[in-house]
């Protein structure tokens, strides 16, 4: 059984930064490609970020292009968001998940089989 824990939400003013990470246990998730998502009150939940297993390819939604950045460290089992530049309509609910099977980044929610339980992220202005 694999968990994901994410850290380090909060609350933080526009054009500020914040890093969350997602720590997963129960289970190497090494092989397999890791993604952020969000959702905003009263919004369905959406792709932010993805990467591969080794960290090597990267993919965002446009929305956050150039301002967010996704890693991970695979010795530690965690993967991370770097925020900069935030903006108030960042502010939501922030989920990581897990793929088993997929080695390439992919937005699709359908294709990851794991989620943390979700850590809020408040832009104030």
């Known amino acids: 059984q694999v968990q994901l824990v994410e850290y380090g939400g909060g609350l933080v003013q526009a054009g500020g930064s914040l890093r969350l990470s997602c720590a997963a246990s129960?289970?190497?998730?090494?092989?397999?490609?890791m993604g952020w998502f969000r959702q905003a009150p009263g919004k369905q939940r959406e792709f932010v970020a993805a990467?591969?297993?080794?960290?090597?390819?990267?993919s965002y939604a446009d929305s956050v292009k150039g301002r967010f950045t996704i890693s991970r460290d695979n010795a530690k089992n965690t993967l991370y968001l770097q925020f900069n530049s935030l903006k108030p309509e960042d502010t939501a609910v922030y989920y990581c998940?897990?793929?088993?099977?997929?080695?390439?980044?992919?937005?699709?929610?359908?294709?990851?089989?794991?989620w943390g339980q979700g850590t809020p992220v408040t832009v104030s202005s």
């Open positions: 129960g289970r190497t998730l090494s092989s397999y490609a």
């Open positions: 990467i591969n297993w080794s960290g090597g390819i990267t």
């Open positions: 998940a897990a793929t088993v099977g997929y080695s390439s980044p992919t937005s699709f929610e359908t294709r990851y089989s794991y």
